[in-house]
T-cell receptor
Framework: GAGVSQSPSNKVTEKGKDVELRCDPISGHTALYWYRQSLGQGLEFLIYFQGNSAPDKSGLPSDRFSAERTGGSVSTLTIQRTQQEDSAVYLC????????????FGQGTRLTVV | KNEVEQSPQNLTAQEGEFITINCSYSVGISALHWLQQHPGGGIVSLFMLSSGKKKHGRLIATINIQEKHSSLHITASHPRDSAVYICAVRILVFGAGTILRVKS
């Protein structure tokens, strides 16, 4: 597609369940980022993939959060045993080469944990 | 102290006014980004700066690497400019955002 695509756009889940959020970056973009934006809050970096390098996981808030990127393209963010405080919009962005270029953001997945 | 600080937090302007949003940062930088987020909408990248100045239409972004400071200017502001403007270092560390409202 032409832009960064995220699915689902909305997800309601029960506390304690696992969820998977998907990000399809722009084709050919080597860098992929995941962020979280809680209601009324700023953007919070979660994890960053760059090519075949080990991901930068320094922003993940707990070991319930994990992400993988298969084949250098699609990425999945998994939240295990969801808690109410996980409710937020989860955003994905991708960047191409050279690295000093603009980032393109997806529309986000709004996660509500009830 | 936050690593990326923006000011003001909120800004209300009259249509046609010149607007400036400031960003100061304390982290190392290879690039600074200005982002725009409309209510209920997605995030759009406005600028990516590593030095100097860039201009797109009515928007101008400047950066002073020595002073660790960047500014976003909007000339001849319009109600459709109403949005949250976010400064980000390497799109890894974000400012809290500036909520801009332009009244007609």
């Amino acid at each position: 597609g032409a832009g960064v695509s995220q699915s689902p756009s909305n997800k309601v889940t029960e506390k304690g369940k696992d969820v998977e959020l998907r990000c399809d970056p722009i084709s050919g973009h080597t860098a992929l980022y995941w962020y979280r934006q809680s209601l009324g809050q700023g953007l919070e970096f979660l994890i960053y993939f760059q090519g075949n390098s080990a991901p930068d996981k320094s922003g993940l808030p707990s070991d319930r959060f994990s992400a993988e990127r298969t084949g250098g393209s699609v990425s999945t963010l998994t939240i295990q045993r969801t808690q109410q405080e996980d409710s937020a919009v989860y955003l994905c962005a991708s960047k191409g080469q050279p690295m000093n270029t603009e980032a393109f953001f997806g529309q986000g997945t709004r996660l509500t944990v009830v | 102290k936050n690593e990326v600080e923006q000011s003001p937090q909120n800004l209300t302007a009259q249509e046609g006014e010149f607007i400036t949003i400031n960003c100061s940062y304390s982290v190392g930088i290879s690039a600074l980004h200005w982002l725009q987020q409309h209510p209920g909408g997605g995030i759009v990248s406005l600028f990516m700066l590593s030095s100097g100045k860039k201009k797109h239409g009515r928007l101008i972004a400047t950066i002073n690497i020595q002073e660790k400071h960047s500014s976003l200017h909007i000339t001849a502001s319009h109600p459709r400019d109403s949005a949250v403007y976010i400064c980000a270092v390497r799109i890894l560390v974000f400012g809290a955002g500036t909520i801009l409202r332009v009244k007609s």
